[in-house]
């Protein structure tokens, strides 16, 4: 990810914040209606996303303007079928490379701005994710085509900084639902139970 696109979600990340510091006491509330005076939000809420990573769940919660989510990613395995090599199978001279998402978890916090019956935010957050490297042999004969697992360590595993925006409609007094994009969970969906 570039740095001036961080440099961006971090500034936004910002903005959001100051914008709720200064909006803590308005005459607004989304789930109250208007002249009432604010009402602390909490929203208990699950979240289901596809997208670079493949097929990711995930449970959060939300108190006011700051949320905190947790997400496990890896459902749908696209790993192919791969063989150890063996004398009969030896590992291919010739071969290209090819990674494959196994599991990711993100963890993430975000920050919340209320208008009306919307609310919007964006997160911030730490990923950890293990791939598997396999290799597809391009030897003339018999395993021309199998894949084998990369020598070594065939598990690669990299964590880092995630980001992600997106939006929530109130749709009563109890519920919440939503749709964001992140840079693990790719686009999700949210659903989320409203309380006092």
């Not at 079928?81 to 030896?90: D, E, G, L, S, V």
């Amino acid at each position: 990810m570039s740095k001036k696109y961080q440099i961006f979600l971090l500034s936004f990340l910002l903005f959001i914040s100051v914008l709720n510091a200064q909006d803590e006491y308005g005459e607004y509330s989304p789930v109250c209606g208007p002249g009432v005076i604010y009402a602390e939000t909490k929203v208990l809420f699950a979240e289901a996303g596809y997208g670079p990573r493949d097929l990711t769940l995930g449970i959060g919660f939300r108190w006011d303007f700051i949320g905190l989510d947790i997400n496990l990613g890896g459902f749908m395995d696209n790993t192919p079928n791969y063989m150890y090599a063996t004398k009969q199978y030896p590992y291919p001279k010739e071969f290209n490379e090819y990674t494959y998402a196994r599991t990711t978890l993100t963890i993430n916090a975000s920050y919340y701005y209320d208008y009306e019956e919307y609310s919007f935010f964006a997160s911030v957050g730490y990923f950890n994710q293990v791939d598997t490297a396999l290799v597809r042999s391009l030897d003339a004969g018999g395993t021309r085509g199998v894949f084998f697992p990369r020598r070594g360590n065939p598990a690669i595993k990299t964590s880092g900084i995630c980001f992600g925006l997106g939006a929530n409609y109130f749709i009563d007094e109890k519920y919440v639902a939503g749709l964001g994009y992140h840079t693990k969970k790719g686009v999700f969906l949210q659903f989320g139970y409203y309380f006092y």
